[in-house]
T-cell receptor, first 112, second 113 residues
């Protein structure tokens, strides 16, 4: 079983719909990242969370440390939101340094 | 503009040949990382370096080698010993130490036939 699991693997939405992507992890972490990978392959960091909730534009990320779960929400989705969204965690163990463990990604397609 | 560059974007090689992927950053970051991405799988760490002239193996280092002679550069060599070299390779950098965000390059797609 992977240490970081994302669901769903694929998601198709109509423009304007509210989208939720989930990330569950099985290890102790010091931080969780949400990343966006566009079709060309480049990756952009969206959020880094260690507790609570963060919002940037139409994107909202939440984390529940006790339940080892995080969600990424996209409000009023748009075709330009079509991308792969990746959850990654930094282990709490000091020896892990700044290394990240990645989920398999959620491919999101927003249709006009 | 500060950032990470990887070149080329697409690379084709014949089986049995070594190939070196370039990664350069001008963010003044001490730490650099190489990841491999296969379809349907999460990124996996190949090698990382926290400081010049030092690097450590990641989770899948077999068949790869790196060097870190300059702070700005962290080239990755895919050797003929790597059994399945065809993949998308991503380089990243960050401030050294825990708690810092990693910045990713655009990636190189390597195809070996």
């Amino acid at each position: 079983k992977n240490e970081v699991e994302q669901s769903p693997q694929n998601l198709t939405a109509q423009e304007g719909e509210f989208i939720t992507i989930n990330c569950s992890y099985s290890v102790g972490i010091s931080a969780l990242h949400w990343l966006q990978q566009h079709p060309g392959g480049g990756i952009v960091s969206l959020f880094m969370l260690s507790s609570g909730k963060k919002k940037h534009g139409r994107l909202i990320a939440t984390i529940n440390i006790q339940e080892k779960h995080s969600s990424l929400h996209i409000t009023a989705s748009h075709p330009r939101d079509s991308a792969v969204y990746i959850c990654a965690v930094r282990l709490r163990v000091e020896a892990a340094g700044n290394k990240l463990t990645f989920g398999g990604g959620t491919r999101v397609l927003v249709k006009p | 503009d500060g950032g990470i560059t990887q070149s080329p974007k697409y690379l084709f090689r014949k089986e049995g040949q070594n190939v070196t992927l370039s990664c350069e950053q001008n963010l003044n970051h001490d730490a650099m990382y190489w990841y491999r991405q296969d379809p349907g799988q999460g990124l996996r760490l190949i090698y990382y370096s926290q400081i010049v002239n030092d690097f450590q193996k990641g989770d899948i280092a077999e068949g790869y080698s790196v060097s870190r002679e300059k702070k700005e550069s962290f080239p990755l060599t895919v050797t003929s010993a790597q059994k399945n070299p065809t993949a998308f390779y991503l380089c990243a950098s960050s401030i050294a130490g825990r708690g810092y965000e990693q910045y990713f390059g655009p990636g190189t797609r390597l195809t070996v036939t």
